[in-house]
């Protein structure tokens, strides 16, 4: 069974961008060889850390973005892990949250088309009465 993953590593700051190309193409190759599809490949740039990780203060964010089973998943973590380059990565799930956004957009075009409806249909008959009389102001004179 398919499922959709993002995967972001963090690559060493001083990695040229040559490496980080050999680099990304070859998790790719991995995936694709094991019966996944890569969606997407962003390049985030170089950023800085929230915390010092082996001694770098800053490095270079990659996001994948895979669809693929288990086993691709296990097997591109476990050469995240091994890779010299990479100081840090997470590999999140991410079909489950596509489920729940679409359901609280259906929701929301529900209750969007409820509320449109209601706007669009003649005012009551009440309010539609002409106003009564306002009565007349009165000014307390001092005698």
Known sequence: MSRLYEVMFIVRPDAADEDVDKLIDGFTANVTAGGGVVKSVEKMGRRK???LVRKFNDGNYILLT???????VLELERRLRVSEPVIKFITVRIDEEEKRVAKVKAKRGVRRTATEAAAAAPAPAAASAEPAAEPAETTAASA
């Open 49 to 51: 850390l929230a915390y």
């Open 66 to 72: 895979i669809e693929a089973g288990g086993p691709v």
